[in-house]
């Protein structure tokens, strides 16, 4: 990075900073959110630090897309432990409870404003952004609506889910659904 710091530590930066976008929507830190910015900054750092970069474009490929998938099946996971989400993902499940918008409308619009802002300073785009900026959102969305209702209505998802119901629109409603019908 340019700024002197490891790309793992400026995640954690970052992660600080998007908390201060919590103070208007209302939203609490858990010790799962003071974790996720820790795990995430060491995790990257150590990953970095430790793996071969893949050479084959292919097994390069394969990798980003399992991530991506990996990651939307993580976010559901964790936020519907309770425990708090992520700066990031308390973020937009914030502005999900706030909008009434959708997981999906809501993740990739954060996603794709983050992008052009890191572009904007300098920052390099290429297709493994591109698809994580356009792909999280759908998948967070996809991987809720196949986790059973029962679970998600004592999960960490329920709020996202109540605040949801309250908004009539012309969005396709899922009854089982939480908070992630289309945008």
Known sequence: LRAGMTIGVASAVVGVAVLLAWIPLRNRPGIGTIANVIVIAVTVDLALWALPAPTSLP??????????????VSTVLYIGAGLGPGSRDGLMTGLVVRTGRSVRLVRTTIEVSVLTVGWLLGGTVGVGTVVYAFGIGPLVQLFVRLTPGRILAV?????????????EDDRDEQPTGVGVAGG
Request: net charge positive.
């Open 155 to 167: 999960s960490g998802w329920a709020r996202v889910d109540s605040a949801h119901r309250g908004v």
């Open 59 to 72: 097994v390069r490929a394969a990798l980003m897309l399992a991530a991506v998938v990996l990651n939307a």
